[in-house]
């Protein structure tokens, strides 16, 4: 009896646990294949930091210790760009607006687009100034339009960084210019970006390679972007460059092909070459072996929302930004499926861009991402009347 048990016990062991010690010895080795495999991309190695991310998923496709707290120089005005832009959409700027220049922002050292105390310029010229040529003195010109002052323009970038769930970066001013406890990170940098890129628009500012200002004036002043790629590589049109003596040469850039638009980010370069090579390096690897497919359009209409004490009895739910799937070429879109879920508790009033529910992506049920859906107007209260006559036609309908 005892040899029978004995033997059921060593069958058990040969038929149960050593495959399964095998499968795990298999997966072990298949994780660690892939690993190595990623290791073994080394990309930016010029850099003392990077990430690679595809713009509308926000998926990770390289980073480097991406972490890494470091002075991220004129790449601040990215933030600074962020702010401008979100001034210009809620109207507390406009383009044609003349600013005028204090001479404090006149004073900015580091690049500059000389601009001179007392000097009137429009908006869309100053935005020019900070995209093309990272002028330092347009930025605070800006800032100081916007906010007030420097500093209160500050806090805003640091709210807004919170708000972004920024964890690693702090500012002391809107340019970059070397200051204590001024500092971010390429997976910072990367978020911001993105944000940015919400406004599609500020791709005219950053996508021109020359231009001038004060065009046809004793005063007229040529810009040359300091983002050379915008000129030598395919497809790009931004963001911000960034060099001090600290920080060395970095660079935010992001490129569009098809409907793919990839966002590179590298700091602490020792040379501008070995930045834009690093950069390269890395746009060619997301051409290279990924694409994605667009799903919905910036702002394209979703759903629609309809709110009994609501003026409007319907209003157009649209996304917040573009949303697309991003995969490895040559591999199969198959159960991909779209879910709109929108908020259960919705109050009056609504402002422009208010979030009011979500698209999800999931495949094979799996959440692959979430993007806002956002009202694309004003929405108030229904007056008194709106309301008898809503309530009146609904009694009808029910006869």
């Not at 890494?68 to 120089?73: D, F, G, I, S």
């Not at 993105?194 to 020359?210: A, R, S």
């Not at 799937?325 to 879920?341: A, F, S």
């Amino acid at each position: 009896m005892k040899k029978t048990i004995l033997l059921l016990a060593f069958l058990m062991v040969f038929s149960g646990v050593f495959p399964v010690n095998m499968m795990a010895e298999e997966n072990t080795a298949e994780q660690n294949k892939e690993q190595t495999s990623e290791d073994q991309l080394n990309l930016a190695e010029n850099s003392q930091s990077a990430i690679l991310l595809e713009r509308d998923t926000g998926k990770i496709l390289y980073e480097k210790d991406a972490h890494k707290q470091l002075p991220p120089a004129s790449m601040t005005k990215i933030m600074t760009m962020i702010l401008i832009m979100e001034a210009l959409d809620e109207g507390k700027i406009k383009l044609d607006e003349k600013v005028r220049v204090s001479e404090y922002a006149a004073s900015m050292g580091g690049s500059q687009i000389f601009l001179e105390a007392g000097e009137e310029m429009k908006v869309q010229d100053l935005l020019m100034g900070v995209a093309v040529a990272s002028g330092n003195d347009a930025s605070v010109a800006l800032a100081e339009r916007i906010a007030g002052s420097e500093q209160a323009f500050v806090k805003m970038m640091n709210d807004k960084a919170r708000q972004l769930g920024l964890e690693n970066t702090r500012f002391q001013n809107p340019t970059g210019l070397p200051a204590e406890g001024h500092f971010s990170t390429a997976y910072d940098m990367g978020v911001m970006a993105k944000e940015l890129l919400k406004h599609e628009e500020i791709t005219e500012y950053t996508g021109i390679y020359d231009g001038y200002l004060r065009e046809g004036t004793e005063d007229e002043f040529w810009l040359v972007n300091t983002n050379k790629l915008v000129k030598f590589y395919p497809g790009v049109d931004g963001l911000k460059t960034g060099y001090t003596s600290e920080a060395k040469y970095c660079l935010t850039a992001t490129a569009k092909k098809n409907d793919m638009r990839v966002v590179a980010v590298v700091l602490g370069a020792d040379t501008t070459k070995k930045r834009n090579s690093d950069v390269t390096q890395m746009l060619d690897y997301a051409f290279n072996h990924f694409d994605t497919k667009q799903l919905f359009k910036s702002n394209q209409p979703v759903s629609k929302l309809s709110l009994l004490k609501a003026a409007n009895e319907s209003i157009d739910v649209v996304t917040e930004e573009p949303i697309s799937l991003i995969y490895k070429k040559g591999e199969p879109l198959e159960n991909i499926d779209t879910n709109v879920v929108m908020q259960e508790d919705i109050t009056l009033p609504l402002k422009m861009g208010d979030e009011v529910g979500k698209v999800e992506i999931v495949h094979n049920g799996k959440v692959l991402s979430e993007t806002p859906l956002i009202v694309k107007e004003n929405v108030d209260h229904a007056g008194y009347w709106q309301l008898f006559k809503r309530t009146f036609h609904a009694m009808l309908k029910k006869q």
